[in-house]
T-cell receptor
Framework: SQTIHQWPATLVQPVGSPLSLECTVE??????LYWYRQAAGRGLQLLFYSVGIGQISSEVPQNLSASRPQDRQFILSSKKLLLSDSGFYLC??????????????FGSGTRLTVV | KQEVTQIPAALSVPEGENLVLNCSFTDSAIYNLQWFRQDPGKGLTSLLL?????REQTSGRLNASLDKSSGRSTLYIAASQPGDSATYLC??????????FGKGTRLSVIA
């Protein structure tokens, strides 16, 4: 069966420090991968998605970036964190192909607090 | 651009009541619709997935319906329990674009 792992679970970082959040998927190949952010009192905002290695689409211009160095690995990064980057970050995957009747599966999330 | 709205934003009911959560979307040309549950500080758990060709899906005490032409879905929870307390999120997939989420309904079931 497929599983998705996301770490760390909790992170407290000072303003201006770098960030690296990692997400990996097991039990499938060539998944679509997604990073969402959930800020307090707001809905889930799509940040990045990837349909293949090295292919990244950005939905929101900001100081975050994403990379997909391997088929089932998705990394969210920042060179210098801002206070506004605080939030709950969720990684998700879905099967490739529009016709597959499967939904999205989410990881357990990372709570990021920038201080 | 697809927009998803969930009403009400919050709901408090006594244990045992049947309840309905509403979701509406602006672009009816959807591929599928997914209902999720989120407990505080946790990730999202998928509850039900409805394909655009389907009218409803059921899982235990949960039933989700889809009226694509009117841009609406409902999540029906029968005989609610305190353990059902959580935030319920509706999300829509349109074509090749990623899921678009509503802001959720925060449900409290009082024992």
């Amino acid at each position: 069966s497929q599983t998705i792992h996301q770490w760390p679970a909790t992170l407290v970082q000072p303003v201006g420090s770098p960030l690296s959040l990692e997400c990996t998927v097991e039990g499938t190949s060539n998944p679509n991968l997604y990073w969402y952010r959930q800020a307090a009192g707001r809905g889930l905002q799509l940040l990045f998605y990837s349909v293949g290695i090295g292919q990244i689409s950005s939905e929101v211009p900001q100081n975050l970036s994403a990379s997909r160095p391997q088929d089932r690995q998705f990394i969210l990064s920042s060179k210098k964190l801002l206070l506004s980057d605080s939030g709950f970050y969720l990684c998700a995957w879905s099967p490739t192909g529009q016709m597959l009747p499967y939904g999205y599966t989410f990881g357990s999330g990372t709570r990021l607090t920038v201080v | 651009k697809q927009e998803v709205t969930q009403i009400p934003a919050a709901l408090s009911v006594p244990e045992g009541e049947n309840l309905v959560l509403n979701c509406s979307f602006t672009d009816s040309a959807i591929y599928n619709l997914q209902w999720f549950r989120q407990d505080p500080g946790k990730g999202l758990t998928s509850l039900l997935l409805i394909q655009s060709s389907q009218r409803e899906q059921t899982s235990g005490r949960l039933n989700a319906s889809l009226d694509k032409s009117s841009g609406r879905s409902t999540l029906y929870i029968a005989a609610s329990q305190p353990g059902d307390s959580a935030t319920y999120l509706c999300a829509v997939r349109t074509g090749n674009t990623p899921l678009v989420f509503g802001k959720g309904t925060r449900l409290s079931v009082i024992a």
